[in-house]
C-alpha cells in the first residue's frame, strides 16, 4: 500500500492545525454557578480552557467536544450543546 504525504511531523505545529472542526457537540459556559475551582482548565486534554476576570470560556477552534470540562464541573456551570454547521 503506498503512504500518501500529509502527515504533521513538524513539532509545534499543534496551533497550526484547527481541529474544532471534528465535535458534534461543544461546551457552553454558562458562567452562573462557577465557583473558580479550575477543575475545567486542568482537566481538558487539550488544553484550551482559560478564564479573565469575568468567565471561563474555550477555544472552540481546538475543542474537539469530548465533554469532560461538562462531565467535571463540579457545579454542572458547563452544558454539552449540538454544534451549529
Ligand atoms: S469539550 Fe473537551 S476539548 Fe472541549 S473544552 Fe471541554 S474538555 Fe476541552
Ligand atoms: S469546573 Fe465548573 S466551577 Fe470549576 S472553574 Fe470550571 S466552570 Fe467553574
Known amino acids: 500500500m503506498e503512504l500518501t504525504l500529509g502527515l504533521v511531523a513538524g513539532p509545534g505545529t499543534s496551533r497550526a492545525n484547527k481541529t474544532g ?14 465557583v473558580a475551582c479550575d477543575l475545567c482548565i486542568m482537566l481538558c486534554p487539550e488544553g484550551i480552557i482559560d478564564s479573565n476576570n469575568e468567565r471561563y470560556f474555550a477555544d472552540l477552534n ?3 467536544g469530548c465533554g469532560i470540562c461538562a462531565h467535571e464541573c463540579p457545579v454542572k456551570d458547563i452544558m454539552m450543546v449540538k454544534e451549529e454547521k
Open 62 to 64: 481546538y475543542c474537539k
Open 21 to 34: 472542526t471534528w465535535r458534534v457537540e461543544r461546551p457552553l459556559f454558562l458562567n452562573i454557578k462557577c
